[in-house]
């Protein structure tokens, strides 16, 4: 494949970004590896284009997922941009912080953790949902932190969104998420009452979240007690 960008500059990599439909699978690539391309990446952020801007931001998320390594020096850097008021720059760098857990030998992640995982208790769904999905990351990633984050993340039942059915939304992204890590789980009963109970949700998907996940648990070999929760739990 050619490649994408033949200098790391700025101004290259922001009209390589400009395109309706840029091939971010092969950038990243490209980018992954290249301590030069990855700060003109960054650079991309600030952009006056929002094209641009997100398909950065979008670009960077998936060399997170491929090549952590790599973008664990800018590890700050992403912090920050949970701060920012663009919701998409914001929700990226959710997702590109979980990923980078399996990098983070310096515990970086363990160190802001409970201001990481605040956006669970509400008010924003799209805050939420986006911290849940990267907090499955980082349990995967370390799993001694399993624990802490399943009792934040089952917080989610009693968060304050816009609406109640926002709520709903939102604990069956839980459940998708605990499902990921629930065989790291010291203490499994908590979540199994939790999902035992979103069987009654008023979500017909969230429902069903929560059937598939107590018939897998059932249907995994050596699984004991816990996923034999009476009702009444």
Same mark, same amino acid.
């Given at each position: 494949?050619? %490649?994408?960008?033949?200098?790391?500059?700025?101004?290259?990599?922001?009209?390589?970004?400009? &395109?309706?439909?840029?091939?971010?699978?092969?950038?990243?690539?490209?980018?992954?590896?290249?301590?030069?391309?990855?700060?003109a990446?960054?650079?991309?952020?600030?952009?006056?284009?929002?094209?641009?801007?997100? !398909?950065?931001?979008?670009?960077?998320?998936?060399?997170s997922?491929?090549?952590?390594?790599?973008?664990?020096?800018?590890?700050?850097?992403? &912090?920050?941009?949970?701060?920012?008021?663009?919701?998409?720059l914001?929700?990226n760098?959710?997702?590109?912080?979980?990923?980078?857990?399996?990098?983070?030998?310096?515990?970086?992640?363990?160190a802001?953790?409970?201001?990481?995982?605040? =956006?669970? #208790?509400?008010?924003?769904?799209?805050?939420?949902?986006?911290?849940?999905?990267? !907090?499955? #990351?980082?349990?995967?990633?370390? =799993?001694?932190l %399993?624990?802490?984050?399943?009792?934040?993340?089952?917080?989610?039942e009693?968060?304050?969104?816009?609406?109640? /059915?926002?709520r709903? &939304? !939102?604990?069956?992204? !839980?459940?998708?998420?605990?499902d990921?890590?629930?065989?790291?789980?010291?203490?499994?009963?908590?979540?199994? #009452?939790? &999902?035992?109970?979103?069987?009654?949700n008023?979500?017909?998907?969230?429902?069903?979240?929560?059937?598939?996940?107590?018939?897998?648990?059932?249907?995994?070999?050596?699984?004991?007690?816990?996923? /034999?929760?009476?009702?009444?739990?």
């Amino acid at each position: 494949m050619p %490649a994408l960008v033949e200098v790391a500059d700025s101004s290259v990599i922001a009209e390589a970004l400009s &395109v309706r439909a840029p091939d971010l699978l092969g950038f990243a690539r490209q980018v992954a590896g290249d301590s030069e391309l990855v700060l003109a990446a960054m650079d991309a952020l600030g952009s006056a284009t929002p094209r641009v801007r997100f !398909a950065a931001s979008r670009l960077l998320r998936i060399v997170s997922e491929n090549s952590p390594a790599g973008l664990y020096p800018h590890f700050d850097f992403f &912090v920050r941009l949970l701060r920012d008021k663009n919701s998409i720059l914001r929700w990226n760098a959710m997702l590109t912080l979980g990923h980078l857990a399996a990098a983070d030998h310096q515990k970086k992640l363990d160190a802001i953790l409970d201001s990481y995982l605040v =956006p669970i #208790s509400g008010k924003n769904l799209m805050d939420a949902t986006n911290t849940i999905r990267g !907090a499955a #990351s980082i349990a995967r990633a370390k =799993p001694y932190l %399993a624990d802490r984050i399943a009792k934040t993340i089952l917080a989610v039942e009693k968060a304050r969104y816009a609406t109640p /059915e926002c709520r709903n &939304v !939102a604990i069956g992204h !839980a459940i998708h998420a605990l499902d990921e890590f629930f065989p790291l789980l010291q203490d499994q009963r908590a979540v199994l #009452s939790f &999902v035992k109970r979103q069987g009654k949700n008023a979500r017909r998907s969230t429902r069903n979240k929560a059937r598939k996940f107590l018939a897998k648990c059932q249907a995994t070999p050596g699984q004991t007690a816990p996923c /034999e929760l009476s009702d009444s739990y």
